[in-house]
């Protein structure tokens, strides 16, 4: 059974770094992209940054300069670092996963910014 599992998020002073982790388990098959998605209270998921098994690399306008993701090369880790972190960077932080066509997603981990 494949599974995600994310760690790293806290509570951090606005200014402030964190980097976020996800591991792949379960699946003999390389994922073809993960990605991070984050959800703040009232608002639809979004899209923060994708890396596919080509390398390349996509991130959205609202982290752009400030998050940066990488992989391992046989994509079963995938790390957002963030700073600067801002009190609109609040939310819960998904880990997604594409195999085979199939989506798979961890468990969230909450990412709060202190003003």
């Known amino acids: 059974q494949v599974q995600l599992v994310e760690s790293g998020g806290g509570l951090v002073q606005a200014g402030g770094s964190l980097r976020l982790s996800c591991v792949v388990s379960g699946s003999s098959i390389s994922a073809n992209s993960m990605d991070w998605y984050r959800q703040a209270p009232g608002k639809q998921r979004e899209l923060v940054a994708t890396?596919?098994?080509?390398?390349?690399?996509n991130v959205a306008d609202s982290v752009k300069g400030r998050f940066t993701i990488t992989g391992d090369n046989a994509q079963s880790t995938a790390i957002l670092q963030m700073s600067s972190l801002k009190p609109e960077d609040t939310a819960v932080y998904y880990c997604h996963a594409k195999i085979l066509g199939s989506s798979y997603w961890g468990q969230g981990t909450q990412v709060t910014v202190s003003s």
């Open positions: 890396i596919t098994i080509a390398g390349s690399i």
